[in-house]
Each structure stands twice: as C-alpha cells, then as structure tokens.
C-alpha cells in the first residue's frame, strides 16, 4: 500500500512533478516511424507528459516533433500545411520548421523584423527502431542515444504495436511485471503444455507449467531489478524449476521472458496523468513476426481495432467487445487479445489507481519493489539528484537480457541470462527477497 501522497510521486508527471521530471531525462518514443512515414505527409498529434505537440516529415525527411499551437494566435498547426520544409498555419500563414524557426511570416510586411524573432517549441529528435525519439529534457543534459533494449544489433527484426490506453502509466507497468496474473487472465493464450520451454505459434503461447502460484523473488538492480517467478514444471517437478525472469528497466522499460520463436519488450510512455502510450514489442531474428502478422495475434491492427492514432475500437463504454458466449463455451476472458485483456483489467480500476487500501498479496511482492523504488527515485529527483536509470556509466540496454526455462534446482536465479557485461557492472548479486507463501 502507498499513501496518498507516495501515489502522487509515483503516478504524476505533468507539469513540474518529479516523475515526469525524471521521464524528461531519458529518450521517450514520441510515435512510430510509420505515422510520420512520407515526406511532406499528414501531420500527427502527439502528446506527451501532457504537452500537445505535433509530428512531421518534411520535404528532406526531417521529422520535427513540435507546439502543437501556432504562437500568433494560438490555432492548431495539426491541420496546417506540410509544405516546402515546414508546417505552415492555416490562419494566418506562419510557417515553421523542424527546429521551431518561423520560415515564413505571408501576414506580416515583408520589412518585419518579427520573423527573426519567433521560435516554436521543438524537441530534439531520433529516428530509430520504429520509433521517433524526443528528448524533452535540459539541452544540457541530453546524452547521446543508446539503442533499446529490444534492438541489440542493427539487424535486428523489430514489429511494434502501440495503443493508447485510458489509465495512468504505473498502474500499466505494474501489469507488466505481475506473473502471477498471465496463469488466469491469460489462461486462454498462455497453454499449458508438455513442452521443454515456452512457445509460441499462431494462435497461443505454451507453458511448461500448470502451476498458478509461482514463487517469487526480486533483486535490485542498477537499472532497475530483476524478478523471478519460479512454478513447477509439468515434467520432473521433484529435481527441476521452471522460471521466468523479467526486467525492469527503469523508467519505462520492461522486458518479460521470450519464447522459441523471439523475446519481447514492453514500452510505458506517459501521455498525461491519466493516459499512457502502451507499446507491446516483439523482437529478435527470422522467427520474429513481420509487423502486421504481430498485429493481429495481439488483435491490435490499424484500421480494424484501433485507429491511426492508435486509440481504440474496444473500450470500457462498449464492454471491450466482450463476448461472453465465447466464455460459456471455454474462452476465459471473452476479450480476444492479450493486450486487450489487460486493458479491461488496467482502465477498470480507474484513470489513477488508489493504492491506499489495496489488499496486496504474495504474488504482488515485484509491485512492491516497483513502487518503492520509483517513489524512493522521485523524492530523490526531488531533493536534487539524478533521474533513475540516468546515471552514467551504466550497462547498455542492449547487453541486459531476461530468461525463461526449466532448469535443475540448485541455480542462482540472479544469474540466469544476464550477460557478462551485466554481471561485471552490477558486481555479485546481493540479497534477494522471497514473498510469504
């Protein structure tokens, strides 16, 4: 539990909070790549930690992510023109570009000396990965680019979906990291089955596991922690574990355990206080899914199930499309999707969830972790130190890895994938921490 004002570090991130503060020290991904695809195209609103921006290609292809309002008389440059290296406003003309300059002023004399004068509010940006990278942090500040977690070479075979979800950032991330929930919320997609490993195919992920109640452990890291949920497997349960290792990366990052066929990560992208871009990552070399193929197994394709500003078809006003027919007759949830599963769950406890008076149990001990150390990082923001996950040196993302397998007992869990440069940056994992049973 986390009280009233522990949940106001943890979830706000508007304006002047700590936890945006910290989001701002760190490359966000603004949108995907393909939103902004062809020069001179449709603009694309964005939002982030509550600012309205909007996204471009211009005619060189640039992207610029910038004020979503034209600074003469405040109208909405989403609908101006993409034109000639600029954004051009519909009112009265004024015409910016990538970086924010005033290009072109068509109501003011031409002798003006105003144009000179005006600059829009842009963001640095990077194009990489499938996404548009903004730093929204102090110039100052800004670090060189390190690729994601989920692109550890430049060939590496990426398919993206992103949906906007009505619910605060932390309450999503939470889900991410609960393992204990995917053996029954999930227990339509995520089969049970007499396999070494987990698999994924067409239509479902297999398990080697029945086991509902996992033992639990974290261990916190530099980046984050590492947290291990370990079940029984269905084959040698009396000499082996089956466990699943997930990463949080901080801030936003999480990377759950992959299957046969490609690894996957999750992005937590604060929109505003009450609304998060969601991005469920699949990842790895030829086995991984071509994008639209991805797509649809999550049931989040553009057009059918969300639209091009990736918000949703299903929502809680029509009951997510639940078909409760497919229930009677053995489909768990009735919400096809493993996402779309989650959402119902995520936007039903409400915009910001109340942690007061949660009844946590011993599969919540990594949202425990998780929220202790993201309200221990913004008091410390706060008081004047670093943003978590900002300090340097630090282990690249591309060199942190997760893991999923059946093992013999006797392992040290802390070590199960990590890389030996994680391993020689962390140092010797030190106390790890077990949920009551």
């Known amino acids: 539990m986390l009280t009233s004002a522990e949940n106001e570090l943890l979830?706000?991130?508007?304006?002047?909070?700590?936890?945006?503060?910290?989001?701002?020290?760190?490359?966000?991904?603004?949108?995907?790549?393909e939103q902004v695809s062809e020069r001179d195209g449709d603009p694309l609103r964005v939002r982030l930690l509550g600012e309205d921006l909007v996204a471009f290609r211009d005619s060189e292809g640039r992207v610029g992510v910038i004020d979503a309002f034209c600074p003469h008389r405040k109208a909405s440059l989403f609908f101006g023109r993409n034109e000639e290296c600029g954004l051009r406003c519909l009112y009265h003309g004024w015409k910016f570009d990538v970086d924010g300059n005033c290009v072109d002023m068509s109501s003011e004399p031409a002798e003006s000396p105003l144009r000179q004068k005006v600059k829009i509010k842009s963001y640095p940006v990077h194009e990489q990965a499938g996404f548009i990278w903004v730093w929204m942090g102090p110039a100052d500040e800004k670090p060189a680019f390190d690729p994601p977690v989920f692109q550890p070479s430049p060939d590496t075979k990426i398919a993206i979906s992103r949906v906007i979800v009505d619910c605060n950032w932390a309450q999503i991330l939470e889900g991410a990291i609960d393992s204990a929930h995917s053996s029954t919320l999930h227990s339509s997609d995520m089969v049970p089955a007499r396999v070494e490993g987990a698999q994924a195919n067409d239509q479902n992920w297999l398990r080697p596991s029945t086991d509902k109640a996992p033992r639990l452990y974290v261990n916190r890291t530099k980046f984050g922690f590492r947290y291990?949920?370990?079940?029984?497997?269905?084959?040698?349960?009396?000499?082996?574990?089956?466990?699943?290792?997930?990463?949080f990366i901080a801030p936003y990052t999480v990377q759950i355990p992959s299957n046969n066929m490609y690894n996957i990560a999750i992005l937590h992208i604060p929109v505003d206080d009450a609304h998060t871009a969601f991005h469920f990552i699949a990842w790895g070399g030829a086995t991984t899914p071509d994008t639209a193929s991805w797509r649809e197994f999550l049931h989040a394709r553009v057009g059918v199930d969300i639209d091009r500003d990736c918000k949703k078809i299903r929502t809680i006003h029509n009951n997510y499309l639940q078909d409760r027919q497919a229930m009677r007759l053995g489909n768990f949830t009735g919400i096809p999707g493993i996402p779309n599963q989650d959402i119902a769950m995520w936007e039903t406890i409400g915009a910001i969830a109340s942690r007061e008076d949660e009844l946590l149990g011993a599969s919540d001990l990594a949202i425990v972790e998780f929220r202790r150390q993201m309200v221990e990082a913004a008091q410390s923001f706060a008081a004047g130190g670093c943003a978590i996950g900002a300090h340097q040196p630090r282990v690249?993302?591309?060199?942190?890895?997760?893991?999923?397998?059946?093992?013999?007992?006797?392992?040290?869990?802390?070590?199960?994938?990590?890389?030996a440069e994680e391993l020689a940056f962390e140092g010797a994992p030190t106390g790890h921490e077990q949920a009551a049973e």
Do not use: N
């Open 11 to 33: 979830t706000r991130v508007e304006g002047d909070a700590p936890m945006g503060g910290i989001m701002r020290r760190h490359w966000l991904p603004a949108c995907l790549s």
């Open 396 to 419: 690249p993302q591309s060199k942190l890895q997760s893991f999923e397998g059946v093992v013999a007992k006797g392992y040290d869990w802390r070590t199960l994938g990590a890389s």
């Open 228 to 247: 291990s949920a370990i079940r029984r497997p269905i084959k040698d349960a009396a000499m082996k574990d089956y466990v699943r290792t997930t990463l």
